[in-house]
């Protein structure tokens, strides 16, 4: 199983930028399909970006695509979320997840502790 240690959650005001970093260890990471959920105080969690194994396919929220980019490096057994233009309704809670399959297709087998992300207005 892959172990999962998110960082690059901050407070940041509405425009910022923010990049989080996903680190892995154990077994391959380039096995593994990964991705990006947030969740809000008092709302169900949420999907917010995936990238294959490879990094060739990128998948995104509405609420996200043009502001958001998910990136990978297989080297660096690090996965990225660059978030530009935020505002206030992206605060949460940011977990990184991991499987085989295509993350928002699944319940992602492996989880990350989770970074905060508050944007104020």
């Known amino acids: 199983q892959v172990q999962l240690v998110e960082s690059g959650g901050g407070l940041v005001q509405a425009g910022d930028s923010l990049r989080l970093s996903c680190a892995a260890s154990?077994?391959?990471?380039?096995?593994?399909?990964m991705g990006w959920f947030r969740q809000a105080p008092g709302k169900e969690r949420e999907f917010v970006a995936g990238?294959?194994?490879?990094?060739?396919?990128?998948y995104y929220a509405d609420s996200v695509k043009g502001r958001f980019t998910i990136s990978r490096d297989n080297a660096k057994n690090t996965v990225y979320l660059q978030m530009n233009s935020l505002k206030p309704e992206d605060t949460a809670v940011y977990s990184c997840?991991?499987?085989?399959?295509?993350?928002?297709?699944?319940?992602?087998?492996?989880w990350g502790q989770g970074t905060q992300v508050t944007v104020s207005s």
């Open positions: 997840a991991a499987d085989e399959k295509v993350v928002h297709t699944t319940t992602p087998g492996a």
């Open positions: 154990g077994r391959s990471f380039s096995g593994y399909n």
């Open positions: 990238i294959s194994k490879s990094g060739a396919l990128k």
